[in-house]
């Protein structure tokens, strides 16, 4: 049982670039989450989506973009790479959020904007 | 709107002490779920422990306990005979019903041999 898989683990990008980190989970789970942590710093929310076709903005969402097709997958994709955007990404999925079910979440991508 | 505020940002203790970290939260929900997690140097997230707002019952596994104290809005986490493996980080969280998690700024625990 794989749980939530995020590649790659590590990632450096130029200003300007674009990338796609991939999130994959195995579990059926209908929600999935994307996060950053900044050095020193709590998480913060990215995107959700609470299943295949729907998303939404958390707390940070801007020069991020998401989608959904399936319920496996769920991409977090970086446009215009700026380094104010250099963090740790985490992705995370749960089953029922809405009755405390846990969230599982990936092992992190490290990126780092240059 | 939800807010996990965790005021100590870093702790150190010798090992063998007991020390807690605290957890004060935010929420006009009167359903809502509040959890800890670990991250150890190696930077994954560890799950902890989960507690819903009805359930204000103190839990204690092995080492670690929970407080959670609805009329103070806190969630503080107590190890006891704290060893060098249990430096890491430690986030506290709350879950409105139907919502996303809200993590704290987390707090740093160092524990020195």
């Known amino acids: 049982n794989a749980g939530v898989t995020q590649t790659p683990k590590f990632r450096i990008l130029k200003i300007g670039q674009s990338m796609t980190l991939q999130c994959t989970q195995d579990m059926n789970h209908n929600y999935m989450y994307w996060y950053r942590q900044d050095p020193g710093m709590g998480l913060k929310l990215i995107y959700y989506s609470v299943g295949a076709g729907i998303t939404d903005k958390g707390e940070v969402p801007n020069g991020y973009n998401v989608s959904r097709s399936t319920t496996e997958d769920f991409p977090l994709r970086l446009e215009l790479a700026a380094p104010s955007q250099t963090s740790v990404y985490f992705c995370?999925?749960?089953?029922?959020?809405?009755?405390?079910?846990?969230?599982?979440f990936g092992s992190g991508t490290r990126l780092t904007v240059v | 709107a939800q807010k996990v505020t965790q005021a100590q940002t870093e702790i150190s203790v010798v090992e063998k002490e007991d020390v807690t970290l605290d957890c004060v939260y935010e929420?006009?929900?009167?359903?809502?779920?509040l959890f800890w997690y670990k991250q150890p140097p190696s930077g994954e997230l560890v799950f902890l422990i989960r507690r819903n707002s009805f359930d204000e019952q103190n839990e204690i596994s092995g080492r670690y306990s929970w407080n959670f104290q609805k009329s103070t809005s806190s969630f503080n986490f107590t190890i006891t005979a704290s060893q060098v493996v249990d430096s890491a980080v430690y986030f506290c969280a709350l879950s409105e019903a139907g919502n996303m998690l809200t993590f704290g700024g987390g707090t740093r625990l160092m524990v020195k041999p």
């Open positions: 995370a999925s749960s089953y029922s959020p809405t009755k405390g079910e846990g969230y599982t």
């Open positions: 929420t006009r929900d009167t359903t809502y779920y």
